[in-house]
């Protein structure tokens, strides 16, 4: 619930696209559709992803208005949910289960046949008792203003969002510029012009200075 609790780094993104009739139903139903599912435990590594509230990353319904729409403000949560084996121990852990079958068959190696069994027979027995990593990107979309901050700076992150915004709501996020306040096409190829090319020889640069 950090977005409603004071500062902190986003990044700013226009909307794009025509607000459809009727958006509060559609998009309610379109959030209920995309909810964050809990899986079975015997989920395998596979990443969970789903919308949830802002208010708990345990709350996934969206019949409720007034948990999620605020005036012309859309907060949402995207949550992801990934399951990982502690890779070192799980390689310890199968090197002991060939020698067992070794000994036990008495021979001197394990068939790749046999070692693909004991491996997927020991994952699918720790998936079950690992808990998920849980990541969750919060999300104010100001509907009427058509721009959304996102509570993530990395690109990963931004990339799966956007792809999940444009799934649910048929809308582009693209990101914003400063540019974007430059009211005139001249003051922007200006602003571009006296920008320093990464080419730049430090002559040119003392010049813009």
Not at 115 to 140: D, F, G, I, Y
Not at 164 to 185: I, M, N, Q
Request: glycine share 4%; aromatic share 10%.
């Amino acid at each position: 619930m950090g977005i409603m609790s004071g500062a902190m780094s986003v990044r700013r993104f226009r909307v794009v696209g025509e607000l459809p009739e009727g958006w509060r139903e559609l998009f309610r139903d379109r959030l209920q559709e995309l909810a964050f599912k809990t899986p079975p435990h015997e989920v395998g590594k596979e990443e969970i992803e789903g919308w949830v509230e802002v208010h708990n990353l345990l709350d996934a319904d969206f019949e409720n208005y007034n948990r999620w729409l605020y005036n012309e403000f859309v907060l949402i949560a995207l949550r992801v949910d990934k399951k990982r084996l502690p890779a070192k121990l799980f390689a310890a852990t199968l090197e002991k289960r060939c020698e067992a079958w070794k000994k036990e068959k008495e021979v001197e190696r394990v068939p790749a046949s046999i070692r693909t069994e004991l491996k997927e027979a020991l994952e699918l027995e720790w998936l079950k008792q690992t808990l998920p990593t849980v990541a969750v990107t919060e999300a104010a979309w100001n509907v009427n203003e058509e721009w959304l901050v996102l509570h993530g700076m990395s690109d990963a992150v931004s990339d799966r969002f956007r792809k999940r915004f444009f799934r649910t709501f048929g809308l582009r996020l693209v990101p914003w510029s400063p540019l974007d306040w430059v009211r005139t096409t001249d003051t922007v190829e200006g602003l571009i012009n006296k920008a320093p090319s990464l080419m730049a020889s430090p002559e040119d640069l003392g010049e813009l200075r």
